[in-house]
Each structure stands twice: as structure tokens, then as C-alpha cells.
């Protein structure tokens, strides 16, 4: 935990915006230097910060309050990890923000960095508020990659952490409110099986072979899905999904292939059994294995789910739904396509809801903007859950 009396240097909210974009936090690289920014520049303005680091200690998340301790309040939480630049035709330098005709161009600028510089320029406004509810930030690491960067900071919620009455996630939404997504499995199988000669197939057993009947498998659990019909209307498309997206395997074509790998996901709609495709996978695994051994006593099949993110399910009527329509100036919701870390505040019974400034339209692209109405919006945003917080 850092503090410091409040001297902190003051960015308006597109400078903060260039600091942030700068750092090269690709969700493979570490977001240590951006987070000892943000501990700087809080301590700076007398704010203690508390660092929530993974496992190997190269990524970190951080919270913060402002505002009176030890009571509920508002977190306004951002991922501070972006996707890769490599392979994409960028016309300018993808960490050097670029303000041309109404956009901010820069990667982060919209996933969601954002969000994230405008909550840190506000810090000196909402200081100078004398909030009575605090606001908490809390930002993120590896969501683009696995969800799992907010978890430790989360368990903390309630615990050495306040408690928050709600959360907002700011995912680009074009200040939309997101009360609905799909939760996101994603999973790594190895196959691993015998070489032989390929006229002699009785005495190894072939990897691919095995694959393909495990492919097969969740490409008809995928069919199956389509004709589960969300009769909510909201989604797109309308149904949980299965999906290969990686399948490799052999050396030759005169050779039993000794490993073969696939990557896959389900996506499943809020209420839909996410155990269901993964214990039917085990199932069909372990019938294959038995077939595979016959032939290869040393055959394996491993599955080893790499993330877990669950989906957000609507809750009409929520404090985070009531409060951000307010806000926001909306009177619906929406569901997105995209999963977000949302589902895990609300896992922990946290009311949240997904609403932020600029279009997921233009994030992961090359030249990836938001509109400076977009992020203007954005602020004004803030400044209202400003008034908020302290009148109380």
C-alpha cells in the first residue's frame, strides 16, 4: 500500500490517455510499469492503492478508494492488458496515440484504456468532491486472455476490501448498458498415441485417428445446439455454440501420428449448463482412449481447460442496472456477444453491469480509435457518478 501527501500532477483526460496507450501491455507481456504509473500517480494525490500481483509476479491488478473508507460504493473496474498488434497493417505507431479527425487512434485506446484514463484524470475532481459514497477503481490484467486478472481482488471484496454496492465494467459499449453475456470455457486436448508404419496400423494407434472422432464429437454436440432456440431474442446468435479453432497433429502421411492437439470453447447463454459439453467430451475421451489401447497400452488423452469466464445473467432491477441508466441516460439494456469480466463480480454477488464509452466495433483492429464524442461522453459519464457519490 502507497500513500503520499497530495501533490500529484494533474492530466487532462486525452493526456492520460496518451501516458497509458504507451505502455506495452500485450496480455503475453507484463503490466508491471503501467501499474507502478498508476500507484505513482495516486500516491501522488494522497491515495493508497493496493496491488493484487499473479503467481509469477511479472502482472498485477490494483485498487484503489477515493472517497470515505469502509463503506460500500462504486467501483468502476478496467482491464489494463490489450491483444496483440503483431500481423496487423497499422498506418501509425500502435503505442503512440494519434489524435486525427474526432478519433484517438492508439491500441487500448477503446479496449479499454479508455475507460481507464478517464477514471485516473477525474481522481483530482473526485477528491475535490468531498464524496460521502467512495468510488474504487479497479483495474485489471489478462483479460483479454483468461478473465482470471480480477479474482484475487475480488475474493478480497468484502474481506480486506470494501464491500461495493455495484460495479461497472467499462467495456466499450457506446455508453449502452450490457446486462447479459455469454460465458466463455475454453479448453486444450492432447492426444497422445503410438507411431507405426501405416500399412501396419494394428500395431500403434494414430493420434489424428482419435482426434477426428473427438472433433466429430463436439461438432455434433455444436448441431445439437442450434436447435436450442434463447426464445429471449437477445442473443446472436441465439444459442450456446461449440468450437474448434486449432487441430493439429502427424509427421507423414506413412506414419500413425504419435500426438495430435486440438484448442476448442463453448460459449453458453446465461442459465445453460456449462458442465454439460465438457463432461459429454469426457465421456466420448474415454471411449476413445479404450479403443486406443487396444493397439497402444501408452496412449493418453489430456484436456486441460485454460479459462473460465462466466456469463453475465440480466438482474432487473439491479443497483448497478438502476444506477448506471441514471448515469447513461438509457432506459433499456442490452446483451453483447463478447464476455467480459463482469460475470465474475457478479458470481460474487456483486450487481453489475456493463457500460463504457466507444464501440467494440473498433477494438482488435488495426488503427483501433474512439471517437472523441465517444470519449467526451465517457466523461461526463463519470462527472455525473461524481454528483452521485456526494450528495450520497
Known sequence: MTTATPTGQRYQPLDMLARLVAFDTVSHKSNLELIAFVEDYLAGWGVPSVRFPNASGDKAALFATIGPQGKGGIVLSGHTDVVPVE???????????????????????????????????????????????????????????????????????????????AVIVGEPTSLELADAHKGIRTFFTTVTGFAAHSSKPHL??????????????????????EGRIDASGRFDPPYDTVHIGKFHGGIARNI?????????????????????VPARFAAL???????????????AIETVMSSDVPGLAPDPG????????????????????????????QRAGLPTIVCGPGSIDQAHQPDEFITLEQFAAGEAFMRRLMEECRVG
Open 87 to 165: 500481423g496487423q497493417a497499422w498506418s501509425r505507431d500502435p503505442f503512440t496515440l494519434h489524435i486525427e479527425d474526432g478519433r484517438a487512434y492508439g491500441r487500448g485506446s477503446v479496449d479499454m484504456k479508455g475507460f481507464v484514463a478517464l477514471a485516473l484524470a477525474l481522481v483530482p475532481d473526485f477528491l475535490a468532491a468531498k464524496l460521502s459514497t467512495p468510488i474504487h477503481l479497479f483495474f485489471s490484467y489478462d483479460e483479454e486472455v483468461t478473465c482470471l486478472g480480477v479474482v484475487d481482488g475480488i475474493a478480497a471484496m468484502g474481506r480486506s476490501l470494501p464491500k461495493p454496492r
Open 285 to 299: 475421451s474415454q471411449e476413445v482412449l479404450a479403443r486406443m489401447r487396444r493397439t497402444a497400452p501408452s496412449a
Open 204 to 225: 500403434g494407434a494414430s493420434a489424428v485417428h482419435a482426434g477426428t472422432r473427438l472433433a466429430a464429437g463436439l461438432v455434433a454436440m455444436a448441431d445439437e445446439r
Open 318 to 345: 439491479s443497483e448497478a442496472e438502476r444506477l448506471a441508466m441514471r448515469l447513461a441516460g438509457r432506459n433499456r439494456t442490452i446483451a453483447v456477444a463478447y464476455a467480459t469480466e463482469a460475470g465474475h463480480f
Open 256 to 276: 500413425l501420428a504419435d500426438r495430435c492437439d486440438l484448442a476448442w470453447e463453448v460459449r453458453t447463454l446465461p442459465g445453460s449448463d456449462p458442465e454439460e
